[in-house]
């Protein structure tokens, strides 16, 4: 292909990450993404960030704890890039200001989008984990929006006291859980793809297993695109007219 061709392409392509889990104590990471957005993300049409960019969100008031990926985030869609969001179990708690500030759009979970005319459903992929009861119950509350007002109302230090307590608890229930229960479950996923009526892709993150999965349904075929996790892993899905593939992080 010659360099007007590479470009055109590179110009089409949509990324796709997730589970980056960004924290003070990982600096190489968040080292990794701000070059990522200044790079690789700069040619792209858009960049999805499909959940858990950070590894925990207090509110948007602690927002310049993280103003190096704020100001990362705004200068990529200042270069022309759509930048969207959606929320993770980690960081449910991204609200209008950080949208703002980070010039990104939120997305609900989950939203189908097209891309170069394929049908893609994207989410962050923890509520297909129904296995996983307790993680359920959890969920439901935390995302009641009398939960979360009632949560931010609290001091920024007690709100980080209860989210350390929570993430330890997890950890904790974590390690006696089956690694089958924490992947997701195929009926609900199904439930979900009949739901939106067969969209012919799906792309999500949150159990940390990126694999390409195809499947049948109905009779429809469907591809799912499951994200890698940042931290021990990381690579972004790359989706152009040519279809989807992984890309290890730091390459084009
Ligand atoms: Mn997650």
Same mark, same amino acid.
């Given at each position: 292909?010659?360099?007007?061709?590479?470009?055109?392409?590179?110009?089409?392509?949509?990324?796709?990450?997730?589970?980056?889990?960004?924290?003070? !104590?990982?600096?190489?990471?968040?080292?990794?993404?701000?070059?990522?957005?200044?790079?690789?993300?700069?040619?792209?049409?858009?960049?999805?960030?499909?959940?858990?960019?950070?590894?925990?969100?207090?509110?948007?008031?602690?927002?310049?704890?993280?103003?190096?990926?704020?100001?990362?985030?705004?200068?990529?869609?200042?270069?022309?890039?759509?930048?969207?969001?959606?929320?993770?179990?980690?960081?449910?708690?991204?609200?209008?200001?950080?949208?703002?500030?980070?010039?990104?759009?939120?997305?609900?979970?989950?939203?189908?989008?097209?891309?170069?005319?394929?049908?893609?459903?994207?989410?962050?992929?923890?509520?297909?984990?129904?296995?996983?009861?307790?993680?359920?119950?959890?969920?439901?509350?935390?995302?009641?929006?009398?939960?979360?007002?009632?949560? =931010?109302?609290?001091?920024?230090?007690?709100?980080?006291?209860?989210?350390?307590?929570?993430?330890?608890?997890?950890?904790?229930?974590? !390690?006696?859980?089956? !690694?089958?229960?924490?992947?997701?479950?195929?009926?609900?996923?199904?439930?979900?793809?009949?739901?939106?009526?067969?969209?012919?892709?799906?792309?999500?993150?949150?159990?940390?297993?990126?694999?390409?999965?195809?499947?049948?349904?109905?009779?429809?075929?469907?591809?799912?695109?499951?994200?890698?996790?940042?931290?021990?892993?990381?690579?972004? =899905?790359?989706?152009?007219?040519?279809?989807?593939?992984?890309?290890?992080?730091?390459?084009?």
């Amino acid at each position: 292909m010659n360099q007007i061709g590479d470009q055109y392409a590179a110009n089409q392509a949509d990324l796709f990450i997730s589970d980056l889990h960004l924290c003070a !104590s990982r600096p190489h990471i968040t080292k990794a993404f701000l070059t990522f957005l200044n790079s690789t993300a700069k040619e792209a049409r858009a960049l999805y960030l499909l959940g858990d960019v950070f590894e925990y969100w207090a509110g948007d008031d602690d927002l310049v704890s993280h103003q190096d990926v704020v100001d990362g985030l705004r200068d990529l869609a200042d270069s022309d890039v759509a930048v969207y969001l959606m929320h993770g179990n980690r960081d449910f708690l991204i609200g209008d200001a950080f949208c703002t500030a980070a010039k990104l759009k939120l997305l609900p979970d989950p939203c189908v989008i097209d891309l170069h005319g394929v049908r893609t459903l994207i989410s962050h992929g923890d509520a297909l984990c129904s296995d996983d009861l307790d993680y359920q119950a959890f969920r439901l509350k935390v995302r009641d929006k009398n939960w979360q007002t009632a949560f =931010l109302q609290r001091s920024l230090t007690e709100r980080k006291e209860q989210i350390a307590a929570m993430r330890a608890r997890s950890e904790l229930e974590k !390690s006696h859980k089956a !690694s089958g229960i924490m992947d997701i479950n195929p009926q609900t996923l199904n439930q979900l793809l009949r739901d939106h009526d067969y969209p012919e892709r799906v792309i999500h993150g949150h159990t940390h297993r990126p694999m390409q999965h195809d499947l049948s349904l109905d009779g429809h075929a469907i591809t799912r695109w499951v994200l890698a996790d940042w931290y021990e892993q990381g690579s972004y =899905l790359t989706s152009d007219a040519g279809g989807c593939h992984y890309q290890p992080i730091g390459q084009t």
